[in-house]
Every structure is written in C-alpha cells, then in structure tokens.
C-alpha cells in the first residue's frame, strides 16, 4: 500500500508542478506586458502567496476531518480554473484575480505532505518527502521549459496548456488516488476538534517542529527574493527571454530531482536531517551571493546549480523534522501550518525583491537573501551542535 501510494501521490504532484512550473517563468514576462514594475510583480506574486498563508491551514485541517483525496481533487480543480482565468487576462488587474484564485485553492501541497505522513514509518520519512521533493523538482524541469518554448506563440498558450494538464491531473487523481488508512481513533479525534488557534499552539507544542517551520521561513524568504526577480535579472544582464530562462530553471530542476528523487533517504539515513540543513543553508547561501555578483555566465550558471543543490535538501529535511513533532490525529494541521510559514514568505519576500531591485540595485534582492541564509546557518548550526533528537519530544 505504502510504496503504490507513493507512487501515485508522486504523479499527482509532478503533474501539479508542471503547471505551476510553466507559469513562473512566463509570469514575469506576462505582467510587464500589462506595465508592471518589479515591485508590481513581487505584489503579484505575493498575492498568491497570502490567500495560500490564510487557506493552508486550514485546507491541512479540512483534510483532517474530511479526507485528503477529496481536499487534493478540489485543489486541482480550483488550480485549473485559476489557470483559465490567466489565459483569458487582458489586464494586470486579471492576473491578480487569477493568482489570488489560485492562491484559495492552494491545498494540494500541505495535504500531499500530510498524505506521506499518513502512509510512511518515521524511519522512512525523509525518503517519502523526498518522493514529493522530486515530484517538484521534476515539475520545475519540465514546467518551465515547456511554458517558455509555448510562450513564442503568446504568452496565454502556455496557461491553456498547464489548464489542461490540470484537468488531467483531476481526472488521474480521480480513478487512482486512494483515501490513506487511519485508525478509528485518529478519525474519531478528527471529529473531535474544530480548526482555531489552539490548533497551531499545540502544533508549534514541540521544539522539533519549531524550529524546522522558522527555518522554513527563512529559507523560503531568501529564495523568493532570486525567484522574484530571476527573470528581470536575466533580462537585464544577459537579454534572455521566457524560453531562455526556462530552459536554466529546468536546469536547476534536474539538479533538484537528483538530490529529492535518489538521494536524500540515504544521505539522510547517514548523516540525520539536522546536518544536512546546516550544509543546505550554507550551501545555498553562498551560491546566492554570487549569483548576484558580476560573474561570468558559466560562473553564474555554476552557482544556479549549487543554490538548487542546497534548496533540495532543505525542503524535505525541514518536512520531515516538523512531522517528527506532529500528533498522527494533527498531521494534516502541522503540514499547513509548515506549508503557512513558506506562504508568509512569500507574502513578505516578493515585494521586498521588488522593492530592491527598483530602488537599491539588481542585485540587491539576491545579496538580502544570502544574508537571511546565512542567519539560517548559524541557527541550524547551533541546533545540530547542541546534538537535540529528532526522536523524542523537545
């Protein structure tokens, strides 16, 4: 059961990705053609984001109490709607509208993490999130290759397309997506409680959890401020188009599918997750400061592959230690809760990439998110060097 479910909840979530993977590097291009600034677009972004902070939590725990194949299957079908609406925009003011719809609908990450959580030991966690992390690097490799190869045809054609991807999606998830077993007493507690802030105080109860959702915040912040402004950056340097800067998106998507897809559960079960969020956040903070450097193209491209190196460990490490925290009846509510803190980034996060790179510089956006990184380090440092258990309590 657990291994053909994980297979399944990978193909939701890769086929999910793609989509979302084909918008990010047309989004940029898109909403300049309506006029945006880049502080215009970081707020575009963080529309999103924000309807995705307030609903995360609450789809988590909706999926709690309702099952999370009926929550995933809405969030599909909310997705693709949103995707329409982008396609059929004819001002800056409808691609709002399409990312604060898709922004509500937004569920189907935190509860694909709850899923895994629900059909996985503790032993075998990490290499289950890893499962979703390749899922997302796979997304982010095909997604924004195809969106830019579309988007010579206009940049609406590449919004139909993942529209339809998603409509596949729900049609898939409809006939192979089975409802994960829990035990009479877990469903029984799911009736029991009401989603309210009593919930999220008894999630973030346990240091372990803590500490990996405000991790997840800081190193979501510093990778919106180069996801922000990636596109602007190497339309400015390197007068690279949609189709060029998907094209080194993918690139960094391949780098991450190798990290998520074959090797976290190993590096995981000899090293621990902690040590690997010490060397992630150190790696990634390095490579975003010089990303933002005057550097050679290849030197650039160089760190590109190190900063997705870095970010692909972190996410399913940092999953897999606020799930060590998670009550099995709140699992749903603790991934929501996570998935919140990385949406509460990227409420704050793109406009201040904006807001940098028109006032201060290009690479400003880039140098404030290795700067936060490099807090990240020094926390998981003295985390790991404390020697705390991810196995009991603290």
Not at 300 to 310: H, K, P, R
Request: glycine share 12%; with cysteine; net charge positive.
């Amino acid at each position: 059961m657990a291994r053909s479910s994980l297979l399944v909840i990978f193909l939701v979530v890769f086929i999910d990705l793609v989509g979302f993977g084909i918008v990010i590097p047309i989004l940029p291009y898109y909403a300049q053609s309506f006029g945006a600034s880049a502080w215009e677009l970081g707020w575009l972004m963080a529309s999103y984001s924000l309807l995705q902070f307030l609903f995360s939590p609450v789809w988590g725990r909706v999926s709690d109490y309702i099952g999370r194949r009926t929550v995933l299957l809405g969030s599909i079908f909310g997705t693709a709607l949103s995707l329409l609406v982008l396609a059929k925009a004819d001002s800056l003011l409808w691609l709002f509208i399409g990312r604060i719809f898709a922004g509500f609908f937004s569920a189907n990450i935190s509860t694909a993490y709850a899923y895994v959580t629900d059909i996985t030991s503790e032993e075998n966690r990490a290499k289950g999130m890893g499962m979703i992390g390749a899922g997302f690097g796979l997304g982010f490799t095909f997604g924004p290759a195809i969106g830019g190869i579309l988007s010579q045809y206009g940049y609406d054609v590449p919004m139909y397309f993942a529209a339809g991807l998603s409509a596949l999606n729900l049609v898939f998830g409809y006939f192979k997506l089975k409802e994960p077993p829990l035990s009479p007493e877990v469903r029984a507690s799911h009736r029991a409680k009401r989603f309210d802030v009593r919930v999220i105080r008894s999630v973030l109860a346990d240091g372990r959890t803590r500490f990996a959702i405000g991790l997840f915040l800081l190193v979501t912040f510093a990778v919106t401020q180069m996801e922000v402004t990636f596109a602007l950056y190497m339309k400015e340097l390197y007068q690279y188009d949609a189709r060029e800067a998907g094209m080194i998106l993918g690139l960094m998507g391949i780098v991450m599918i190798t990290v998520q897809g074959g090797l976290i559960g190993r590096l995981a079960k000899r090293f621990g997750e902690t040590q690997l969020v010490v060397f992630g956040t150190g790696v990634a903070g390095i490579a975003l400061a010089v990303f933002g450097s005057p550097v050679p193209f290849a030197v650039m491209v160089i760190a590109l592959v190190f900063l997705a190196l870095g970010h692909g460990l972190l996410h399913p490490c940092l999953s897999s230690i606020a799930s060590f925290g998670a009550n099995p009846s709140r699992r749903g509510a603790t991934m929501g809760v996570f998935q919140s803190a990385g949406s509460l980034a990227r409420v704050i996060g793109p406009p201040s990439a904006g807001w940098l790179y028109d006032r201060v510089s290009i690479s400003a956006p880039f140098y404030c998110g290795a700067l936060v990184l490099g807090i990240a380090f020094l926390i998981s440092l003295g985390w790991w060097r404390r020697g705390t258990s991810l196995t009991s309590e603290v």
